[in-house]
């Protein structure tokens, strides 16, 4: 049910945020990417956990909660104004989150995010200087790399899938990742462009009003879809062929199953590019971080590093 104007209004004359829209505004949906990635970069290495606990499960805390919810409220603050074309029931355009409070998040999260990335180590840290780096330069002006349907997606992408892979990595074995290591998450992180190019289908209006060039609006929805069908599935198909070159024979065919399963959805996907990209990122996404995983526990057996 959609707000009336004095109830909206109401909202607005608050004069500190309504917590509720706080937690909705950092959007827990979205942790599981980074939270995910980086378990399997903890996996990855082949190095036994035994007393690393603390420092797993504070990872998990920062790569999920901390800096993807940073990145979140961040992201809303900078496209308040598109929100209220797209969804103006949104905590900042709504007025639940009122004045500049939405931008005191932001800010006061990407702090903490750095105090408790200094907790993990050097390697820790520098991991998440470049993660809350990244996020500020997605969204804010005048960098805005959201702008951009090519470098937005990319970035959005090393930072969810590669960065917290690589992260989990070497807190663990404190030490640069082997070349395996690198390679599978650097593929998996532009694999993942594709990702994020079909969750801009959801804001394709006002993009355009905007002035923000993602795919949908460069290219239309039907060769975006396309492109971005097309980067996932390559990018699980070179996976694929390395962990088969390396050895990995059983891991290699169970990630080929799931991207042919993949290509099936994606036939769907096509059908209806716009209507359909909520229900592919659901179905189809969920077989390419399965094959993360599976990945993962394939560079274990070779021991990671």
Request: hydrophobic letters at 55%; one cysteine or more; a positive charge.
């Amino acid at each position: 049910m959609s707000m009336t104007s004095n109830e909206n209004s109401s909202l607005r004359q608050q004069s500190g945020p309504d917590w509720a829209a706080a937690l909705t505004l950092i959007k827990p949906i979205t942790w599981f990417p980074p939270m995910w990635a980086y378990l399997c970069g903890i996996i990855s290495v082949g190095v036994p956990i035994g007393g690393a606990w603390p420092m797993v499960l504070l990872g998990v805390l920062l790569a999920g909660p901390l800096v993807c919810g940073m990145s979140q409220a961040a992201n809303d603050w900078c496209d308040r104004f598109v929100d209220a074309v797209n969804e103006p029931n949104r905590p900042i355009p709504s007025g639940r989150i009122p004045g500049r409070w939405g931008l005191y998040i932001a800010l006061g999260m990407s702090a903490l995010s750095l105090m408790v990335g200094a907790m993990l180590g050097p390697w820790g840290f520098g991991a998440t200087v470049l993660g809350v780096a990244a996020a500020w330069a997605y969204s804010v002006e005048p960098i805005r790399l959201k702008k951009s349907g090519w470098w937005g997606p990319l970035l959005v992408g090393v930072s969810y899938e590669g960065l917290p892979w690589i992260t989990g990595a070497v807190v663990l074995a404190q030490g640069a990742p082997s070349l395996p290591v690198f390679a599978i998450a650097t593929l998996y992180a532009l694999g993942a462009f594709g990702i994020m190019t079909l969750n801009d289908f959801k804001a394709l209006e006002g993009d355009r009003l905007h002035g923000v060039r993602s795919l949908p609006v460069v290219l239309g929805p039907a060769r975006a879809a396309k492109l971005a069908a097309a980067v996932m599935a390559l990018a699980q198909m070179a996976v694929s062929a390395l962990l088969l070159m390396w050895d990995l024979g059983l891991y290699s065919i169970a990630i080929t199953v799931l991207t042919i399963g993949q290509i099936f959805a994606m036939r769907v996907l096509l059908r209806d590019p716009k209507g359909r990209a909520p229900w592919y990122n659901a179905v189809g996404v969920s077989m390419y971080v399965t094959g993360m995983m599976i990945a993962a526990f394939g560079l274990r057996s070779l021991g990671g590093m």
